[in-house]
């Protein structure tokens, strides 16, 4: 079963930077969404946002 949604942490593992810079990514991709602060952001935001691979992201993950 595949995971629909990212965390800071998982940020954290894609590019290498800290947690709490995971954290601030995941907070600006809410607001460029438009998401309220309890929804969460999925892969698909993520890579819409970073611009990186869907097949990427989730292979580094997966690792």
């Known amino acids: 079963m595949e995971r629909v949604c990212i965390y800071p942490k998982d940020v954290q593992i894609v590019t290498g ?22 929804q969460l952001v999925s892969i698909d935001e993520f890579c819409q946002y970073t611009g990186l691979s869907v097949n990427t992201v989730i292979e580094k993950l997966r690792a």
């Open 17 to 38: 930077k800290s947690e709490r810079w995971g954290r601030e990514v995941i907070k600006k991709i809410k607001s460029h969404f438009s998401k309220q602060p309890h």
